[in-house]
């Protein structure tokens, strides 16, 4: 059994900053890329960010490009989501995923490329 634990969501002022964690524990396998997602009330889950484990290739969608960025630290076998100049809209609870899996393109941006997944940290951003 895998396990991804986010944590370091919270209540933040709008142009604030948070970091958030994912941790994997239980069952050992090779991250291959590593994925955050975000859902906000009433709305689909959504492709935030990736990277790929081994070279660090990231990739980010549009409304966060420039403000947030993702990182790991493979001794860890941690990922990282670093969120600068939050907006109300940016409100959502958290997910983090992993995939041993080779995956390629436009792969990463969904839900699909992911294998394992955390439960979740909120992200509460106020104006």
């Known amino acids: 059994q895998v396990h991804l634990v986010e944590s370091g969501g919270g209540l933040v002022q709008a142009g604030g900053s948070l970091r958030l964690s994912c941790a994997a524990s239980?069952?050992?396998?090779?991250?291959?890329?590593a994925g955050w997602f975000r859902q906000a009330p009433g709305k689909e889950r959504e492709f935030v960010a990736a990277i790929t484990w081994s070279g660090g290739s990231t990739y980010y969608a549009d409304s966060v490009k420039g403000r947030f960025t993702v990182s790991r630290d493979n001794a860890k076998n941690t990922e990282y989501l670093q969120m600068n100049r939050l907006k109300p809209e940016d409100q959502a609870v958290y997910c983090c995923a992993r995939t041993p899996s080779l995956i390629r393109g436009s792969t990463y941006y969904t839900e699909r490329g992911y294998d394992y997944w955390g439960q979740g940290t909120q992200v509460a951003v106020s104006s």
């Open positions: 239980g069952r050992t396998f090779t991250t291959n890329a």
